[in-house]
């Protein structure tokens, strides 16, 4: 039946697996970059949003196996994340310490501790998170995979919402958005700069720790060293892709996720070819979009005045 | 004076602090430190064949270490020397496999395409830089990805030597064109490509009117651009020799170690380097001793693994604790009053 189906869907199989894919493998992608999102628009880069997501997914794991509940592995991600955001955001705060810098070396940092802690865990299996069956009403196999939705996604779709809703309707929104685009401003307003930039990138690192657990805790739903594939990494270029807005940001980790689904798909309907050029696909997508976005002479529309990669 | 004891003690201080974090750490999860660093000690600088394992990996991290140190006289971060060190690694063994004559004539082509590959590679961050305004350290990261799906594509499809069976691997070079050993020593050539390299972009930075107008561009651009310097060109340049040194690491590697381009390349030399660059202050000269120091640790790793059961993600730990403490060490500089010259 299941390969009947297949054949009758023929190549609109690899649209629908796309599809598929971009909500499957978009959820962490909405996490990092919303944490991204709100670090950057208190006038803050955390390039080492890649060690964060890593340090999620295996803190994730590990107390999912340790304690059997995913969704208590799903909060200590975020607490493991919170810690890596505000250890970025402390240092940062240190005068003549670049952030970009410590971005790096808090990738070297999350992933090695990561790694370091995690290696009794790549065997065990945990318990994972369950998914939402939105389409039971089909027969056929692929759709109904397609639209298997996690909860975490629906949480993410929300938090997008709410997140651009609290940017332009309440005071803590606009006072982080205050502090990036103009730190003096913030401090004659009496506003803590460093307090809040803290804080900041403390609550993305929290974003970004979920968005891990997602990886190890449903898709691809294990925890190994090679989980990630620069995902973290990827939403810093997809915050500058979606101007800083979480709603863009939404919609770009959709479309970033259906990228990454391509390769896979292609090879199930026969095109082996290129396979690893495909996997490439949503970096080069990621670099000829800041490429054609970027402008040497002015900065970009809608980025925080005191965010130092766009200045 | 007072200057260096303070640009020598403040990153040797940092390192001290890293040490001791570390020795922390490892207290947490139960392992005794004083073993850990006297395993460390043993495992890098012990003996002499500890000595020879260090030297080996000090050695592609020198010139991944040049291709952040170069770029950062221009005041750019560049984080591109891991794709630039596979790529040239794979067009040195290309060319390594299908050019015929005197294994000098072909060690010399090898390097050559693997700086030209690699220098090309970098480059390609610094002109999206100068003609785009794109962030260099996020372009240069995203290449890295972009190389390694480069690297695996033509490892395994195009450049697949069929009889590699369970590990893709291009063809051999074959074992005349093999860089040798340092006489009476068990210590590959390479490493002297490396020594030289920093001296030279050492003279080049520090002694010549380019590194001056290179060191110029970076500390500001638009009184660069007002005094007429050719500002794309010397950024350009600056990525171009990183992305060379990058690539001769490569060639250094599947020369002189793997003798074929696969995936045992990938070993993160290139991220090292980065971090051997901040330590160095991306002063090239500075750059010797520092990868000796990194590569004694990375050295150490194997001994961590057999005798205290640690997984090898210690020597990554260290090393992220160690970025740390380097940058937030940068904020003590001109702080401490033992430095400052009476006069200030």
């Known amino acids: 039946m299941a390969v009947d189906a297949a054949q009758a869907l023929g190549l609109w199989g690899v649209p629908l697996a796309v599809f598929g894919g971009a909500i499957r493998a978009s959820t962490p992608f909405i996490f990092v970059s919303l944490g991204e999102c709100l670090t950057e628009k208190s006038g803050r880069i955390n390039l080492g949003l890649e060690g964060t997501l890593v340090m999620g997914a295996m803190g994730g794991y590990g107390v999912s196996y340790l304690t059997g509940n995913p969704w208590l592995g799903v909060l200590a991600a975020g607490l493991a994340g919170c810690l890596l955001g505000l250890l970025h955001g402390v240092v940062c705060s240190l005068p003549r310490v670049n952030d970009i810098a410590v971005g790096i070396g808090l990738m070297l940092l999350g992933t090695g501790v990561a790694f370091f802690l995690g290696k009794p865990f790549v065997q065990p299996r945990a318990p994972i998170l369950p998914a939402l069956h939105l389409g039971a009403w089909s027969s056929i196999a692929q759709v109904r995979a397609a639209l298997e939705v996690n909860v975490l996604f629906v949480i993410g779709a929300l938090l997008a919402v709410l997140l651009h809703w609290g940017f332009v309707n309440t005071r803590v929104g606009l006072v982080v958005r205050m502090v990036g685009d103009s730190a003096d401003a913030a401090r004659a307003m009496g506003y803590s700069v460093g307090r809040v930039r803290i804080l900041s990138t403390a609550a993305g690192g929290f974003l970004a720790g979920v968005g891990g657990s997602f990886?190890?805790?449903?898709?691809?739903?294990?925890?190994?060293?090679?989980?990630?594939?620069?995902?973290?990494?990827?939403?810093?270029?997809?915050?500058?892709?979606?101007?800083?807005?979480?709603?863009?940001?939404?919609?770009?980790?959709?479309?970033?996720?259906?990228?990454?689904?391509l390769g896979p798909a292609l090879q199930s309907v026969g095109v082996t070819s290129g396979y690893y050029l495909f996997n490439a696909a949503p970096y080069v997508l990621t670099l000829v979009i800041m490429a054609a976005s970027c402008s040497p002479r002015r900065t970009l529309a809608g980025a925080p005045g005191e965010l130092s990669v766009t200045r | 004076m007072q200057r260096t004891a303070e640009a020598v003690l403040i990153p040797v201080g940092a390192l001290c602090a890293a040490l001791l974090l570390f020795g922390v750490f490892m207290l947490l999860v139960g392992k005794d430190p004083l073993q850990v660093y006297a395993l460390i000690y043993k495992g890098g600088f012990g003996s002499s064949f500890a000595w020879q394992s260090t030297l080996a990996r000090a050695a592609p991290m020198t010139l991944t270490a040049l291709c952040a140190a170069i770029p950062a006289q221009a005041g750019l971060v560049i984080i591109g020397a891991e794709g630039a060190l596979l790529l040239g690694g794979l067009a040195a063994a290309a060319v390594g496999s299908s050019v015929a004559g005197a294994p000098l004539l072909v060690q010399v082509c090898m390097a050559l395409a693997a700086m030209v590959v690699g220098g090309a590679w970098v480059m390609?961050?610094?002109?999206?830089?100068?003609?785009?305004?794109?962030?260099?350290?996020?372009?240069?990261?995203?290449?890295?990805?972009?190389?390694?799906?480069?690297?695996?594509?033509?490892?395994?499809?195009?450049?697949?030597?069929?009889?590699?069976?369970?590990?893709?691997?291009?063809?051999?070079?074959?074992?005349?064109?093999?860089?040798?050993?340092?006489?009476?020593?068990?210590?590959?050539?390479?490493?002297?490509?490396?020594?030289?390299?920093?001296?030279?972009?050492?003279?080049?930075?520090?002694?010549?009117?380019?590194?001056?107008?290179?060191?110029?561009?970076?500390?500001?651009?638009?009184?660069?651009?007002?005094?007429?310097?050719?500002?794309?060109?010397?950024?350009?340049?600056?990525?171009?020799?990183?992305?060379?040194?990058?690539?001769?690491?490569?060639?250094?590697?599947?020369?002189?170690?793997?003798?074929?381009?696969?995936?045992?390349?990938?070993?993160?030399?290139?991220?090292?380097?980065?971090?051997?660059?901040?330590?160095?202050?991306?002063?090239?000269?500075?750059?010797?001793?520092?990868?000796?120091?990194?590569?004694?640790?990375?050295?150490?790793?194997?001994q961590l693994q057999r005798h205290l059961d640690l997984p090898d993600a210690s020597v990554l730990v260290l090393q992220g604790i160690a970025f740390m403490t380097i940058l937030a060490a940068e904020s003590l500089r001109g702080k401490l009053r033992w430095f400052t010259p009476a006069e200030a």
């Open chain 2, 124 to 302: 390609l961050a610094g002109a999206l830089r100068h003609l785009r305004g794109v962030n260099e350290t996020i372009s240069s990261l995203l290449l890295n990805y972009i190389a390694i799906a480069l690297f695996n594509h033509l490892v395994e499809g195009p450049l697949r030597d069929p009889a590699s069976l369970n590990k893709p691997s291009t063809l051999p070079i074959g074992e005349v064109n093999m860089l040798g050993n340092f006489p009476g020593l068990d210590v590959h050539l390479g490493l002297a490509f490396g020594v030289v390299f920093c001296l030279l972009c050492w003279v080049l930075v520090r002694h010549t009117s380019v590194g001056f107008a290179l060191r110029i561009v970076g500390g500001n651009v638009r009184a660069a651009r007002l005094a007429g310097l050719p500002v794309g060109l010397l950024l350009l340049g600056a990525c171009g020799l990183g992305g060379a040194a990058a690539g001769l690491a490569g060639m250094v590697e599947v020369a002189a170690v793997h003798g074929a381009a696969n995936a045992s390349l990938v070993a993160g030399y290139g991220y090292a380097g980065v971090l051997v660059s901040f330590i160095a202050r991306h002063n090239p000269l500075a750059v010797l001793p520092v990868a000796l120091l990194l590569g004694g640790i990375a050295a150490s790793g194997g």
């Open chain 1, 215 to 261: 990886l190890s805790l449903y898709y691809p739903g294990s925890w190994n060293e090679g989980l990630s594939s620069g995902q973290g990494l990827m939403a810093v270029a997809l915050v500058i892709f979606a101007r800083w807005s979480p709603l863009r940001c939404f919609f770009a980790a959709l479309l970033f996720g259906g990228m990454g689904a």
